[in-house]
């Protein structure tokens, strides 16, 4: 913290609890309490129950959350595998080239999501790549939208990377892939875990794009909290909402271990 005096401190510790409670702690305890309950009782939710989560920890629910993670999960690995290897090759390239890149991988994310899943939609409903009814479609929306923050992430990280490592390595003998297998991974491994958690996180709660592509039969947990707070059944979706809020905790937790863990090598 910047501010020295202990007034200042006092002072900046207020407006932080008065700007982070009203905006982000009471709508998330709301949504927490409202999972528990089965009517309003004036403005807080009342009459505790856990019908909800029964109903939550099987049947569409339980496929709804498990299509999530399947979907999640794919989408980093992909998105990793994709910006991490454009943000090695761009570190070879010149500005210019640099540039293109960058704007190619971040225009995903300057647009509107829903236009990603419409434009996803036309271009693959038709021969010869038909995806439309599939899950692909789905995993393929969430790939396209992720991989801007999987390259930013690997590309900041691989700037300040010290060559040194890689010219005494090469110095030594080592091949290029070997320098890139066993040097340069392993000194980006933190920042690869972190954008790995951050594209989880995201595909995860993905729901515009999801909206437009989904088949029946790959409902992920984001649509179906919308269906139930659509029909009006406001406490199933604030059940359904905190699973999906505590399964991507627990995942960039897990993230979080081996990030730090890789920080320590």
């Not at 910047?2 to 949504?31: D, M, N, Q, Y």
């Not at 989408?75 to 960058?102: C, H, M, N, P, Q």
Request: aromatic content about 10%.
């Amino acid at each position: 913290m910047l501010v020295h005096s202990r007034a200042g401190k006092w002072a900046t510790w207020a407006v932080f609890l008065l700007l982070f409670v009203p905006l982000f702690a009471v709508p998330l305890l709301v949504i927490l309490a409202a999972s528990f309950a089965t009517h309003w009782s004036g403005a807080f939710p009342s009459g505790p129950t856990v019908e909800r989560y029964a109903a939550a920890a099987g049947g569409d629910s339980l496929q709804a959350l498990t299509t999530s993670l399947v979907t999640a999960v794919t989408a980093s690995v992909l998105a990793l595998t994709l910006g991490g290897w454009a943000a090695l090759a761009a570190a070879s390239l010149r500005t210019r080239g640099k540039r293109f890149l960058d704007a190619l991988f971040i225009l995903p994310v300057a647009v509107p999501s829903v236009v990603v899943g419409l434009a996803v939609l036309v271009a693959y409903s038709k021969p010869p790549v038909l995806l439309n009814g599939t899950r692909w479609i789905v995993i393929l929306a969430h790939t396209v939208l992720v991989t801007a923050f999987a390259y930013q992430s690997v590309a900041a990280a691989v700037r300040r990377l010290d060559p040194m490592y890689e010219q005494v390595a090469a110095g030594l003998g080592a091949s290029p892939a070997r320098v890139l297998w066993r040097v340069k991974l392993p000194l980006l491994l933190p920042s690869l875990t972190s954008a790995a958690g951050l594209c989880f996180a995201l595909s995860m709660g993905e729901l515009s794009a999801t909206m437009m592509l989904y088949p029946p039969d790959w409902t992920p947990l984001p649509v179906q909290i919308f269906a139930a707070t659509d029909r009006g059944s406001l406490f199933t979706g604030a059940a359904l909402a905190v699973v999906l809020m505590t399964t991507t905790l627990l995942v960039l937790a897990a993230v979080s271990r081996i990030r730090t863990r890789a920080s320590y090598r």
